[in-house]
């Protein structure tokens, strides 16, 4: 008799296990970088520098996913920003400033609620080989449609080989409920070798856009346009993207065009290469156009599942109503202090758990 109470005890706790499952991973990631670069003030002299995450923000975060049964689970994610280089908080101090989310995804498809990456971000990052890099240089396309909102609501669903997406980021002003919003919607396409998206985002009452040529006085309407996809070539994978952005208030209109690759060499060691073309249009309240080339290659090496070296070289040429415009210290790292061109080279260990 005591056996059998045994054995039903034992069936009691596997079948709550197996309705109630449930797990938690801390996990992160570590960029650090020696990155040697011109044109670093007015002056036009380089800088040596020990920087943090240069190719990937450094992280850590928990995620969790609970089973709630019949096809129904529960997701949540916090995640840290942070500098190793120097210890610190970024994304403002926040201290789940990458994201801090929590949803639901089952059958009806995934709603989540927080924190978030835009549409805008997670469509142009599956356009490039560089998934927008952290560095200021290589990831500019994504500077004009927000990296990250708060207050936002996304929903998404899997149709066969399409994958739609919906996103609404609450304002949060009394008695108008446009002012700060944003709205966006997205779609995928993947089979086999072959991916392809397209991205719509609007978001209200932009203060400060393309780089600070529109200050908090000119306040607008800034849409976002994408279109892009990939092709897998084995053992070469080519990528190629476009964007437009448009500010309602003085015709600012952003044009960018990019291509780019990733080749793998061998089964530790992969090239990357982009270029990537960006024009705008009435920079600044004198209505002076402008272009910037860029232009990038990675030796990337893994000396593990979980860790890898690499070297990079970039070339970046303003011109016209750019040279101007770059210089500007909202741009951090991209300031070119009123120069026409910066060239910079970087080794870099990247270790991810």
């Known amino acids: 008799m005591k056996k059998k109470m045994l054995a039903l005890a034992a069936l009691a706790t596997c079948t709550m296990a197996a309705h109630a499952q449930s797990n938690v991973t801390l996990y992160g990631l570590i ?61 403002g101090g926040r201290l789940f400033g990458r994201q801090g989310f929590v949803g639901l995804d089952g059958g009806f498809g995934k709603v989540l609620l927080g924190r978030q990456y835009t549409l805008g971000h997670d469509a142009l990052a599956s356009f490039d080989a560089f998934a927008v890099a952290n560095n200021a240089i290589l990831g500019y396309q994504l500077n004009y449609s927000g990296l990250r909102h708060d207050n936002m609501v996304k929903v998404s669903k899997a ?30 396409y993947a089979a086999g070798p072959l991916n392809m998206g397209a991205v719509y985002q609007a978001t209200h009452n932009v203060t400060s856009a393309f780089f600070g040529a529109v200050g908090a006085a000119q306040a607008s309407k800034q849409t976002l346009f994408g279109v892009g996809g ?27 065009l990019y291509a780019s690759f990733n080749y793998q060499l061998t089964g530790d060691l992969q090239l990357l290469g982009a ?3 960006d024009k705008l249009e009435r920079t600044n309240n004198a209505g002076a156009d402008g272009t910037r080339w860029t232009s990038a290659l ?13 070297v990079e070289v970039d070339y970046t040429k303003v011109k016209d109503g750019w040279v101007g415009l770059a210089n500007n210290a909202a741009l951090g790292s991209a300031n070119l202090f009123g120069q026409d061109s910066r060239a910079g080279v970087m080794v870099g260990l990247r270790h991810r758990f």
């Open 275 to 277: 270029l990537h073309h």
């Open 159 to 188: 149709l066969g080989p399409v994958t739609v997406n919906a996103a609404y980021t609450f304002g949060e002003v009394a008695g108008n409920t446009s002012t700060n919003s944003a709205r966006a919607v997205s779609a995928s």
């Open 31 to 91: 960029d650090t970088t020696i990155r040697y670069s011109t044109n670093e003030n007015a002056a036009g002299d380089n800088r040596l520098q020990l920087t943090d995450g240069v190719m990937t923000g450094s992280r850590w975060g928990v995620r969790g996913v609970e089973d709630l049964g019949g096809g129904l689970k529960a997701l949540v994610t916090l995640e840290n920003g942070f500098a190793p280089d120097a210890g610190t908080l970024l994304q």
């Open 230 to 256: 990939s092709y897998q070539f084995n053992p070469v994978k080519f990528y190629l993207g476009y964007t437009r952005n448009k500010l309602d208030v003085a015709s600012y209109k952003n044009d960018v």
């Open 298 to 310: 990675m030796l990337d090496y893994y000396l593990s599942k979980r860790t890898d070296v690499y």
